[in-house]
């Protein structure tokens, strides 16, 4: 989060050295899974986090901030996006997230492409998302290549952690990719997995399927320095891939989607492999989601799997603005005979903490934990309720502007017929 | 919506007496000739289930037309609103349903839906929403595509409160074909969940999907000036053909032109996918160049741009609350859409187009109620709650029957178990034409679609 300012996207108060910001008065949640605390404070000090909590001494020479009647959160973490990579889906020129003509696959890694630039940047910032875990997606073979997790300030340095993990299709989509079938998966998983081995003794094979760069990159795969964002769906998919543990032993696996885990929480749970699943999917979209319930994060929560949102092709390049509604409504299944959600504590660190921990970030963002970085958002009202809105935005202590190209044209429709010029000369 | 009102339930009885079809032609000078076609050869089949006649208690209630009412009874029977009443002692021989703490809308309508026609699972032999195989194809029926076993209506149902809705066909083409209006209770075959009396809808598309579908088969249209060009020509075919019809002149039966005659004879009610200002406002002088009405544009993300228009023409828009930016068309989307055409007078309508977001249509419109009034558009929630029955309703040609809780409508209500425009809150009951269809307490009372019998999670929650 450094100072370059963006085109319009002007910065309200620039960062000062050794600033402190006191936010006194608001409803305070760490999101880390503890309650809201009334009458908080926040403290930020040269864009970390130093304090948060009731009875706090405000530092002299604070600047201060009164939340009086608004809640104090940590920046929401999109905790499975393609946030940056993207300015218009369907625009080709303007979508980063997949190459299929590209000869590369694993090595191809997203961090100097993400684009503060796209509108959805500016868009999530001012909905209160602070951070974003930013996959690639898989396309001529099944591994994406590498992942980032980004800041969504508005100046050109996004990204917090380059090459934050490895991103592999499983279940229907990988099989396709892998040229038809499950078993040519996991025939291109192993096979890919022992070019890698081989590359880490400098062993690059003539006839091997991976180039050496793309086998170099699953090098720390499969010594399980790097995560491996898995996407699988179903349950006996789910399955093979937890049997994958035991060939190799220290891979560092976190998956993607899940909408059957509900169905293995227990064999997951005690893998002690965490998910990024997606929240309300309940359709049989697919034959590999038949089982698919609302239920699912908090059925694998109550089973103690580790567990967060995550938004895998679900607008995932623009839409992590939705992490709140999808949070709000694991609530609201607590009131539903059958279901199983979570509590608001549990379903705001869904979205915050949990997903920060899970991409192995936890010390550094997702809460307003001593240390953590400063991204703080001030809100009208409790932040998973549909009518609430975001007021401010701090990343990194650095306070944000809310506007984007869609406020811009909000105000200039505000009334829109013309006035004594065309609209065009509105702004 | 003037024509729609007019219109609702006429379309059945004229089909099965044979009544001419010109009744409303304005050619004063012919005399009406028998309809030269059944108009209506799959008729509904629809009936409802029974009920008993009930009084839910102690609610708040929207009722659909803007009005709201606290601490109050809700009574129906024999499959009809009966009356919302506040005060004094609930009257005897219902059953008393007490709903201390809750509240009660009429069931919610989506105009725009593809259930059915792009069902669940989403695989290639199951998607029959385009027949992209010509960019003028009003001949179809999107009745013809709907698979009556789609899991996803009962998603509708017991998540999104929804009683009603539209099948649309998809937008591959500039005319797509006829919608069906169903009710949102399954049946082994579509004739059997037809809305009764509903009239037809014609879906035709604006912009990118027409042009990008056929221009990237070097075919016409490859442009946006090839998409009005092929539509005038169409149109201009259809008024010939109507002609023809109201003079008693023999044609060949053209099922394409039946139905463009139909929507020019005002019994066919246009559902015209547009995102962008300026197409609507080509759209708005085409149809008056030819005769014809737009009821609904629909993913209609620019419509902020010209809501004055759309008040003047008197034609609904229906939005989504914040999609934007999947294609160029969406890319000038705002969050406060919704609101802003409200507030211009024009007729304001949240949709899903989408299997997912029909689920949530009342979250939808809570956040479009949210970033209204953080810009100073203050509407209040029961307003708002037109936005999802009484609009859509007008919309499809059926506020004379459902879409709100005036007295003798269908019974088609929520009963949800906290403030419906809360993410915290789901539907508890929901009544269809007074029958109780879902029960959040009774498992027996939610639908369990053929296709997921004997399958991984049958039955569950959802």
Not at chain 1, 337 to 357: K, N, R, Y
Not at chain 2, 307 to 321: F, Q, T
Not at chain 2, 391 to 400: S, T, Y
Not at chain 2, 409 to 433: C, F, H
Request: glycine letters at 10%; charged letters at 20%.
């Amino acid at each position: 989060m450094k100072h370059l300012l963006l085109g319009m996207a002007a910065i309200i108060s620039a960062p000062v050295a050794a600033e402190t910001i006191a936010i006194t008065g608001g409803k305070v949640v760490l999101g880390d899974g503890s309650a809201p605390i009334d009458n908080g404070t926040v403290i930020v000090t040269d864009g970390r986090v130093v304090a948060a909590g009731a009875k706090l001494v405000v530092p002299a020479g604070a600047k201060q901030v009164d939340a009086s009647g608004k809640w104090v959160t940590p920046g929401i973490v999109a905790g499975f996006s393609r946030l940056g990579l993207v300015a218009v889906d369907a625009v080709e020129p303007t979508n980063d997230t997949a190459a299929k003509q590209s000869p590369f696959n694993a090595s191809l890694t997203v961090a100097p492409a993400i684009n503060p630039d796209v509108a959805a940047i500016a868009v999530n910032r001012a909905a209160g998302v602070t951070r974003a875990i930013v996959s690639p997606e898989a396309s001529n073979v099944i591994f994406g290549g590498q992942g980032a997790v980004i800041d969504t300030g508005a100046d050109f340095n996004a990204v917090t952690k380059a090459k934050a993990f490895q991103f592999v299709e499983f279940g229907e989509t990988g099989a396709r990719i892998a040229g038809g079938s499950r078993p040519a998966l996991i025939a291109a998983f192993k096979t890919a997995f022992a070019e890698a081995a081989e590359a880490a003794k400098g062993v690059f094979p003539d006839n091997a399927l991976l180039r050496r760069q793309d086998a170099l990159a699953l090098v720390p795969v499969i010594n399980g320095t790097m995560k491996l964002f898995i996407h699988v769906e179903s349950a006996p998919d789910i399955l093979s891939v937890l049997a994958l543990k035991k060939d190799y032993p220290l891979l560092n696996m976190v998956l993607v989607g899940a909408t059957e885990g509900w169905r293995v929480a227990p064999q997951i749970a005690a893998a002690k492999v965490p998910v990024l699943a997606s929240a309300l999917n309940d359709l049989p979209d697919s034959f590999e989601q038949l089982a698919a319930t609302q239920s699912d994060i908090g059925r694998m929560k109550a089973a103690g799997v580790k567990v967060a949102i995550g938004m895998i092709n679900d607008n995932d390049a623009r839409q992590a603005q939705l992490s709140m509604q999808y949070a709000g409504n694991l609530v609201a299944l607590t009131k539903v005979p059958g279901a199983t959600g979570l509590s608001w504590d549990q379903a705001f660190a869904t979205i915050t903490s949990v997903p920060a921990d899970i991409v192995g970030m936890g010390a550094e963002i997702g809460s307003l934990r001593p240390g953590r970085r400063g991204d703080v958002v001030i809100w009208d009202g409790d932040p998973l309720e549909l009518t609430s809105g975001v007021t401010r935005v701090w990343i990194d202590g650095v306070e944000q502007s809310l506007a984007s190209r869609q406020t811009r044209l909000r105000d200039r429709y505000m009334t829109p017929s013309e006035g004594d010029l065309p609209n065009a000369y509105d702004r | 919506m003037r024509i729609t009102a007019l219109l609702a339930g006429t379309a059945i009885v004229l089909a099965s007496l044979a009544v001419p079809a010109t009744a409303r032609n304005k050619d004063k000078a012919e005399a009406p000739k028998a309809a030269p076609f059944n108009k209506d050869p799959y008729p509904s089949t629809y009936h409802a289930y029974p009920g008993v006649p009930t009084a839910v208690t102690n609610v708040t209630v929207y009722d659909g037309e803007g009005g709201k009412f606290v601490n109050a009874t809700v009574y129906f029977r024999d499959g009809k609103v009966e009356a919302v009443e506040t005060g004094g002692a609930v009257k005897d021989g219902y059953a008393v349903i007490d709903g201390t703490g809750k509240w009660v809308t009429p069931g919610i309508i989506d105009v725009h839906s593809h259930l059915g026609d792009y069902p669940s699972p989403g695989v290639e032999a199951l998607s029959d929403g385009n027949e992209a195989t010509g960019p003028a194809r009003p001949e179809v029926w999107a009745e013809h595509s709907v698979w009556p076993q789609d899991p996803g209506f009962s998603r509708a149902l017991a998540n999104g409160g929804v009683t009603t809705l539209q099948i649309l066909p998809g937008s591959a083409n500039l005319f797509g074909g006829r919608s069906v209006t169903i009710k949102n209770v399954y049946a082994r075959n579509v004739q059997g969940m037809k809305f009764p009396g509903a009239p037809y809808g014609l879906k035709m598309a604006c912009g990118e999907n027409p042009k990008r579908v056929y221009g990237s088969r070097g075919q016409m249209p490859q442009t946006r000036m090839g998409n009005m060009a092929v539509n005038r020509q169409t149109w201009a075919r259809a008024v010939e053909y109507k002609r023809k019809l109201d003079k008693g002149e023999a044609v060949s039966r053209d099922l394409g032109m039946e139905t463009l005659a139909g929507v020019l004879s005002g019994e066919i009610l246009v559902h015209n996918h547009c995102y962008r200002a300026d197409e609507m406002s080509l759209v708005i002088d085409m149809a008056k160049e030819f005769g014809y009405k737009v009821s609904t544009f629909h993913h209609a993300v620019e419509s902020y741009k010209i809501a004055d228009l759309l008040a003047k023409e008197g034609i609904c828009s229906a939005m989504w609350a914040d999609w934007w930016g999947f294609k160029m068309e969406s890319y000038d989307a705002i969050n406060e859409n919704i609101p802003l055409v409200h507030k211009a007078g024009a007729c304001a309508i949240v949709h899903s187009d989408d299997a997912n977001g029909i689920q949530r249509l009342n979250q939808e419109a809570a956040k479009a109620l949210g970033d209204g009034r953080r810009i100073g558009v203050n509407i209040p929630d029961e307003v708002a709650w037109t936005w999802l029955s009484y609009n859509p309703a007008k919309a499809l040609g059926i506020a004379d029957k459902t879409g709100s809780l005036k007295p003798g409508k269908m019974a088609d209500i929520v009963l949800w178990n906290g403030n419906p425009l809360s993410v915290y809150t789901r539907p508890d009951k929901v009544w269809i034409d007074g029958a109780l269809m879902y029960d959040a307490a009774d498992p027996k009372r939610r639908p369990v679609a053929d296709f997921e019998l004997g399958q991984p999670g049958e039955g569950d929650v959802k």
